[in-house]
């Protein structure tokens, strides 16, 4: 099916800025409580938000198979279970919709006082409801600093490291929207010279830029997804923010990996970037050198040129980028992954997610992690506001944005931030 | 609230057998699908399935507020959200109208062909739906005996264990109830002399003898529980087998965790025995030395009495009990376990599950695994038909069984099964 959506020519009738993450040829889904406090799913153009519920009942969607109440829910799961080619001819019909010429609902006051919202009437909330999270650990740069500072600098990268994309499973219940405050984590850390651990709030809190990616149901238990097919089971892409207690992971971690380092919470941009939107801006992957397992072997541009940036705002401060890196850097794929994942027979079902694991460039000012950018504090980062930080302070906001940009058009993925509040009383 | 339920001298006008693991003390919850091919929660007393729906549809639980559809569901989720006080009248409830004096039911023929079905006309279905599954790995004995195998025998139990519930996140969608066939997973393993990982079918194919306990909503996502609450938030116990391929493990899991050797398929018995039916049963566990950090501190009878044992029956053979354990070895207990995961603030749903991790007792014959008890197939074991085992062969079926008995009553959890089929070829 042809992906009118992505032409770059389009325009639309809808007000947009030159620079917005979100110009026709976007067209992400997320799930938003409308001003009359309505659940529904939604699209987003320039600033104005789409209400997906509404545009279905009166009547746009006609001559796609859906059924009534598809876009009136809480989660994208079901329209996401519906497959490729819906996501397809629905995205093809919102960009016909709202294109210059279209005068169906550009010229409907009444429409679209029903279906069209500013940003400053709706709330965001979680786009699915995720079944399984799993995170990777897929950035060579990133497995080996960690395995510098956590482990053996001479043995950094462990064996199986270039065989397998590593993963391992997530917790999917403290996944939240972009603008959930989080609680500083308090827990175990690393015993001192009394042999007793310590206990408290985490000294060592840090963020894990990342990307995600949303699956279809994919397999039934037993069944294996190829690489080549895998594209066909991912629908789209979000920022991550894998929230992490350095201190925590560290005592807990071995031998059965992050835990109550990791599980307090995780933030994701609400808006899902489809991965239709994003072919125009796929490269090639680094070079995998030994040749990977024939079941993980890979051909073509593997890889997806994404800008990202992580910046810290102090309470009332003004924000400080700290580091830029690319998903690009990924040295194993999402279909890689996909495919690593089902290659037991593990099932996948709609709403699951697969996050990148951290996405660390190779010079110092590209690490996804504070961890890896002070080099565990050894040297700390200068604010704008003066301050220094080795991790995350109380009251600190992290901010996250993605974006591509390519012969003029720009497909971003808006803000994935979170405001770090103080531990609770122990 | 008095668990009348508990009574040990009630009687049921149900037939059943003095050794079934049904007794009308037990009143477990479960969902299945009747001749009419409907899916309804239910409960079992002897080998007798009641409709819970049904008997709510024909006013039953007049008294007791609950929703029209509580049981008319394809999970337990709602039902375990409405809470303890909800679960212990409902369980009262079905207590009173099975006691063998009471006619209301007993002598209503019409009433009794909507509620009542044989076994054999019943399909036992997932009883919840499981939001995030957390295995632990809290046996000791099991704990060392991995240590041993895996790493250093000088250094089996690392230095971490004796201080937290150590514990990770498995694979929530590949839980299946008992009597799904398990499909032997495919994988990478250890490099051989060449350097190239091995690449197939399982060769090291595994149970692990598990308890899991199932959860109400606990907390909202920064809030902790204590260890004294959290009896409050488990529903109840089934039997779980954490079907495991040893030689993927070994390749994947250093540094975050199994994997692919464990997410390929998990298996639970499908009656949920509640905590409130456990009661008579709990016994002091193992002394705790060092002494436990504050927030994981426990008095009283922590632990559960709950005798074990697995079987392999190989195709068209009989089966052989392998070993058998109990669930009072476990050093840390489930309430030590649910304040560890929530210490850092992690949110707690309904229908999320908690494995104990394998459950190994002191002697030979009490280990919960075919890697401990083979011990990595040194020393493989004989079945009742002359073959012998070092680990699963294709078509063997896993047969685990647990219950507690003291002073003639027995509450058990019935039969956790599953047949292993060959790999799908590569």
Known sequence: ??????????QTWIETSA????????IPFGVFLTRDDIITIGTRIGDTAIDLGALHQLGYFEGIELTDDIFLQDSLNDFISDGQKTW?????RISDIFLKDNPALRDNAEHKSKILFRLDEIEMQMPVEVGDYTDFYASKEHATNVGSLFRDPENALLPNWLRIPIGYHGRSSSIVPSG??????????KPGDDGVPGFGPSKLLDFELEMAFITTDANHLGKRISVKDAKDYIFGLVLFNDWSARDIQAWEYVPLGPFLGKNFASTISPWIVTLDALEAFRVEGPKQDPAPLPYLKQEGKKNFDIKMQVAIQPENGEETVVATSNFKYMYWSMAQQFAHHTVNGCNVRSGDMMGSGTISGPTKDQYGSMLELTWRGQNPIKLKDGSERKFINDNDTVIMNAHCEKDGLRIGFGECSGKVLPALPL
Chains 1, 2 share one sequence.
């Open 88 to 92: 397809r001819l629905v995205r093809n």
């Open 180 to 189: 959930t405050p989080i609680r500083r984590p308090i827990g175990q850390t």
């Open 1 to 10: 099916m042809p992906l009118t959506a992505n032409e770059p020519n389009r």
């Open 19 to 26: 620079t917005t993450d979100f110009p026709i040829q976007n």
